[in-house]
C-alpha cells in the first residue's frame, strides 16, 4: 500500500454500475475494496483489472443488510490498507411491481428491501465514520435513483427506499461534517449487463432505443457515464460540496409523463 493513496470502498461492486465506480477511481489511482454478495468469480475479474492501473486491491464478501458484515467489510479494507478515505454505497436490491397493483407489495417486500436500500448504506457509515474522522477525511456517495425523486421505477417500496435514502443523505451530511462528506447521485436508466439479463436482449434494446429518443441528450446511460458522477463526488473539485443530490440521468427526469 502507498502512503500517498486514498481507500475506497465500493459496496456492490463485482458487477454493473458498482465495478466500473471501482475500475474508475482504480484509475485515479486509488486502493480499492470490491465488495461482493455471491459472485466471487467476478469479484475477482474487477479486482485483476483495478491492479492493472496499478495500485493494490482486495475483495471482501459481505452482505451489507446484516451489520456484522458491514463491520467486517471495513475492518478488512482497514486490516489490509490501514484506512478508509472513501465510501461508496452501491448495494441495492428491488422488488418489480406495477405501481397500481398494491397488492403485489407486502411488509416484507418493504423491509427486505429497505434493509439494503436505507439501512445497509446507514451501517456501512457508521462502520466508516470513526476511521474516517480520526483521518480528518471521508468522502460517502450514496448511489440512488430518479426513483426516489420522481415516484417512478421498478416498484413503491423502492421509490420510497430511494427517497428515503436522499433524505438520509442530507441528515449525515450536516451530522458527519465537517471532516466527512456525504453526497448522493440518482442515476436514471442504466444500461447493464443485469438489466439485459432480467429482460432479455430484445425488450432491453427497445428500452435502450426508448430512452435515446426521449432524453434531451439523446443518450441510454451506461454504468461508465455514471461512474464519472460519483467519482466527481469522491475526489477533487467537490472539496466544497455536501449534502447534494445529482441527477445522471441524461435529462430524463424533464420529459416523464405527467402523473
Not at 491492479?51 to 458491514?70: L, W
Given at each position: ?7 475506497a470502498?465500493?459496496?456492490?461492486s ?9 475500475i ?17 468469480e ?6 485483476d483489472?483495478c491492479?492493472n492501473?496499478?495500485?493494490e486491491?482486495?475483495?471482501v ?10 463491520k ?8 489490509a490498507?490501514g484506512?478508509?478515505?472513501?465510501l ?6 428491488t ?11 407486502n ?6 428491501i429497505?434493509?439494503v436500500?436505507v ?5 456501512m457509515?457508521?462502520?466508516v ?13 450514496n448511489?440512488?435513483?430518479?426513483a ?5 421505477g421498478?416498484?413503491i ?14 441528515s449525515?451530511a450536516?451530522?458527519l461534517?465537517?471532516?466527512i ?21 430484445e425488450?432491453?434494446d427497445?428500452?435502450?432505443k ?36 445529482l ?8 420529459n416523464?409523463?405527467?402523473g
Amino acid at each position: 500500500m502507498s502512503e500517498d493513496r486514498k481507500v475506497a470502498i465500493i459496496t456492490g461492486s463485482s458487477q454493473g454500475l458498482g465495478a466500473s465506480i471501482a475500475i474508475k477511481l482504480s484509475q485515479r489511482n486509488i486502493d480499492i475494496a470490491i465488495n461482493y454478495s455471491n459472485n466471487k468469480e467476478m469479484a475477482l475479474k474487477i479486482k485483476d483489472e483495478c491492479v492493472n492501473n496499478g495500485v493494490e486491491a482486495i475483495t471482501v464478501q459481505a452482505d451489507i443488510s446484516s451489520d456484522d458484515d458491514c463491520k467486517k467489510l471495513v475492518q478488512e479494507t482497514i486490516n489490509a490498507f490501514g484506512k478508509v478515505d472513501i465510501l461508496v454505497n452501491n448495494a441495492g436490491t428491488t422488488k418489480f411491481a406495477d405501481h397500481s397493483k398494491l397488492d403485489k407489495l407486502n411488509d416484507e417486500d418493504f423491509i427486505n428491501i429497505y434493509k439494503v436500500n436505507v439501512i445497509g448504506p446507514y451501517q456501512m457509515i457508521r462502520a466508516v465514520e470513526p476511521i474516517m474522522k480520526k483521518n480528518g477525511f471521508g468522502a460517502v456517495v450514496n448511489i440512488s435513483s430518479i426513483a426516489g425523486k420522481t415516484g417512478i421505477g421498478s416498484s413503491i417500496a423502492y421509490a420510497a427506499s430511494k427517497g428515503a435514502l436522499n433524505t438520509m443523505t442530507l441528515s449525515l451530511a450536516k451530522a458527519l461534517g465537517p471532516e466527512i462528506r456525504v453526497n448522493t447521485v440518482c442515476p436514471g436508466f442504466i444500461g447493464t449487463g443485469w438489466f439485459e439479463n432480467r429482460f432479455g436482449k430484445e425488450t432491453f434494446d427497445r428500452i435502450k432505443k426508448d430512452q435515446e429518443s426521449i432524453t434531451p441528450l439523446n443518450k441510454a446511460g451506461t454504468p461508465d457515464d455514471i461512474a464519472d458522477s460519483a467519482v466527481f463526488f469522491c475526489l477533487e473539485g467537490a472539496e466544497h460540496i455536501t449534502g447534494e443530490t445529482l441527477i445522471s440521468d441524461a435529462g430524463m427526469h424533464l420529459n416523464l409523463p405527467k402523473g
